[in-house]
């Protein structure tokens, strides 16, 4: 297993409550017991549903490859279902490798 960050025991490790990941408070997302990966994505839920619109779709992005990292595509689906669906119609700025 890759993991860069060894958690340490007794440094606020905590199961995220949407994912059940492992992780840790690394700021702000340690307040609600989130992820760094849901902590945003939770966020960008919220964007969606206050404005119809991603805050920031690449930022979104990322954590979304994070979270199926940690989970599955279909977990992470099933878990941002309004992110997902977001995602897949907004227009990356990431240039290259076009299939
Ligand atoms: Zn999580």
Not at 64 to 70: I, K, P, R, T, V
Not at 77 to 99: D, E, H, M, N, Y
Request: charged residues 20%; proline residues 3%.
């Amino acid at each position: 297993m890759r993991n860069r960050s060894h958690i340490q025991r007794g440094s606020g490790v905590y199961a995220c409550r949407t994912c059940q990941h492992n992780t840790r408070d690394t700021g702000d997302n340690g307040d609600v017991r989130l992820c760094p990966a849901c902590y945003t994505l939770a966020g960008e839920d919220n964007s969606l549903s206050d404005n119809g619109k991603l805050y920031d779709a690449d930022s979104a992005r990322n954590e979304f490859y994070a979270l199926m990292e940690q989970t599955s595509l279909v977990r992470a689906k099933q878990l941002f279902p309004r992110v997902w669906s977001a995602l897949i119609q907004a227009p990356t700025t990431t240039t290259g490798s076009a299939a």
